[in-house]
């Protein structure tokens, strides 16, 4: 099978019976999402959306949340992991957004990679879910899954992965193709154990075919 059959067979099933697939985060404005992304570093979106709604009740505007100081924001994370980073970066972020971007999102990605807590992953999030931007956000789901069933090959970092899925995905599909390949990884293509009897990209999956080959 030639790579570009088996990006062909997963895109196809995936458009087929995944069509809507969406980010599992719960958010009312981009603010909300920016704060849920720099959470749910290393945490899982279950988490995250367990923890917030109190978050945004105490802080329900960046303004709010610039006045506080971490030690104050800690208290509402401290189930997450790294709460005590999270909470400085949330305070420093809140600041800038206030004083240099008025207290709204940037959509221009390299100017929100300023904000602190915000790297190339999470601005890719924000520009995916928020404005359909064609980027592909490479999270341990993604970077294991496109490993694993083939659509990359010796990927040593996120940034390696991003660019081959970038290559080989249309560019209209990126946005949703991001999710499929998370919901993929957080339900069926499970780091351990993964469900591949259940599993309806199996017909083009490189670790599906080497294992039956070895049998």
Same mark, same amino acid.
């Given at each position: ?24 985060? #719960? ?8 704060? /849920?992304?720099? &959470?749910? @570093?290393?945490?899982?979106? %279950?988490? $995250? ?63 929100? #990679? ?8 999470? /601005?890719?999030? &924000?520009? @995916?879910?928020?404005?359909? %931007?064609? $980027? ?73 075919? /080497? ?5």
């Amino acid at each position: 099978m030639t790579t570009k059959q088996r990006y062909e067979g997963v895109i196809g099933w995936f458009g087929e019976h995944m069509p809507a697939a969406e980010s599992e985060l #719960q958010y009312k404005d981009p603010y909300q999402l920016l704060v /849920a992304v720099i &959470l749910s @570093a290393q945490c899982t979106d %279950k988490r $995250v959306n367990m923890t917030t709604p109190a978050l945004f009740e105490a802080f329900p505007t960046p303004q709010d949340m610039a006045r506080a100081t971490a030690e104050e924001i800690y208290p509402y994370i401290k189930s997450i992991s790294y709460p005590n980073n999270k909470a400085k970066n949330l305070a420093g972020m809140a600041r800038m957004l206030c004083s240099e971007f008025g207290g709204e999102v940037p959509s221009d990605l390299d100017q929100m #990679q300023r904000l602190p807590g915000v790297g190339r992953k999470t /601005a890719n999030v &924000l520009g @995916a879910v928020l404005w359909r %931007k064609e $980027v592909m956000p490479v999270d341990t789901h993604v970077f294991r899954v496109s490993e694993r069933i083939g659509l990359t090959t010796g990927s040593k970092t996120p940034l390696q992965t991003e660019l081959k899925l970038e290559r080989n995905i249309p560019s209209h599909l990126l946005p949703v193709a991001h999710h499929w390949l998370i919901l993929h990884g957080r339900y069926v293509c499970t780091a351990r154990s993964p469900k591949c009897s259940e599993c309806g990209i199996s017909p083009w999956c490189r670790k599906f075919a /080497a294992d039956n080959r070895s049998k």
